[in-house]
């Protein structure tokens, strides 16, 4: 993903069962943060960071979405046991971290079909401004993100 270039479409289930999809965001800067698994050590606390600061990234006319491809179902029940309130979405099918290059394809840990830990801020035009995967076990760099937040 180049930055500059024009952000993939989306479509993910939300946890109400409810599709989102880019359209629902125009005019609006957005995070797209893909985590691995919910109910992980990591995934858990950037989520819990990323929906601490939820009223800094509105100040920034900023929208979050923590990816996973965990089922909505999942999803919810991971979001109420540890007061998530960005919102959580499902990418079950892989489509979204397949367009955002993220899925895991090799082997890890015995495991493949999995999104990497990614960022992506894309502007109120559709453009992708930032684009970044995070080492494993590693949180995103949100100072960064905030700092390309605050440059649009």
Known sequence: MEIGSKAPDFKLVSIDLKPITNKDYEGKNILLLFFPLAFT???????????????????????????????????????EENNIEITLASDFDRVASTAYDTLFTDDFLGLTGFSKR?????????????AATAESGKLPDFDKIKEVLQSL
């Open 41 to 79: 050590s990591v995934c858990t606390q950037e989520m819990c960071l990323a929906s601490e600061d939820i009223n800094t990234y509105k100040d920034l006319n900023a929208e979050i979405i923590g990816i996973s491809v965990d089922s909505p179902f999942v999803l919810k029940k991971f979001g």
């Open 118 to 130: 990614s960022s992506y801020v894309i502007d109120k035009e559709g453009m992708i401004r930032y």
